[in-house]
């Protein structure tokens, strides 16, 4: 009888050890990824924006200016779920002044991580992050499915953009990559840095020129390109 009690002690003890260092790993930010998707209260990031608009007749229309996003709180929003104020300004390249531009909101738990954009929740990231995983970013929402990928989970990336920023840990998130260089291309990616956020996001939907004379010369008739870069992060 004591040696089945000790055994069965020994088992429970067992099994309470790996029960707890398997919490311990689930609640550790660097284990599941959490300080990819830093929600610092008066921490902000600034992007330089590129945006261009393609029209029929090979017109183009450029704007490029500067965004600046400010992270408040904690609150506790309507669903009762802790959430953090994302305050948006724009300042154009040679402005003084910012102005608003919208407010986002931002939630993270041990599974998700949920950016609120024009009142459209949208999944980000899925924690742990894991190569080649995959999930619907419109799940909170009504949307149609939208399926996203993480890749190249903790890389160094230097230079991205060409403006010599490099990261020693980031995640690309693959929302979208078709291109198929004849008929149109829809490339939308986000990258993150480990205890920064967004460093870089693209966004980009081209319609080639499909008649005969210009099939498959990448020739643009209508279409947008949008990226922003990051420029510049702290706390205030």
């Known amino acids: 009888m004591n040696k089945k009690l000790t055994y069965y002690g020994f088992f429970a003890f067992i099994l309470l050890l790996f029960g707890c260092s398997i919490g311990t790993l689930d609640n550790d930010p660097g284990y599941i990824g959490w300080n990819y998707f830093p929600l610092d209260s008066g921490s902000y990031r600034v992007y330089h924006v590129t ?11 450029t704007s490029k200016y500067f965004l600046k996003e400010t992270i408040t709180g904690p609150y506790d929003n309507l669903e009762r779920n802790v959430s953090f104020r994302i305050s948006r300004e724009v300042k154009a390249i040679d402005g003084e002044n910012w102005e608003q531009d919208s407010i986002w909101w931002a939630k993270k738990d041990l599974k998700t991580a949920v950016v609120v954009e024009n009142n459209i929740p949208i999944i980000k990231l899925v924690f742990p992050l894991k190569e080649n995983k995959s999930w619907d970013a419109n799940t909170e929402n009504v949307l149609e499915e939208d399926m996203y990928m993480l890749k190249n989970v903790g890389m160094a990336i230097t230079d991205t953009s060409g403006i010599g920023a490099s ?19 829809d490339q939308r990616t986000e990258i993150y840095a480990e205890n920064i956020g967004m460093v870089y996001k693209e966004r980009i939907f081209l319609n080639y020129c499909d008649e005969d004379d210009c ?12 990226r922003m870069v990051l420029l510049e992060n702290g706390k205030d």
């Open 51 to 61: 945006d261009i608009t393609y029209t029929l007749g090979g017109v183009t229309d």
């Open 167 to 185: 990261y020693e840990k980031t995640v690309i998130i693959e929302q979208e990559s078709i291109n198929d260089n004849i008929i149109y291309k």
């Open 215 to 226: 099939r498959g010369q990448n020739i643009i008739d209508t279409g947008t390109d949008f």
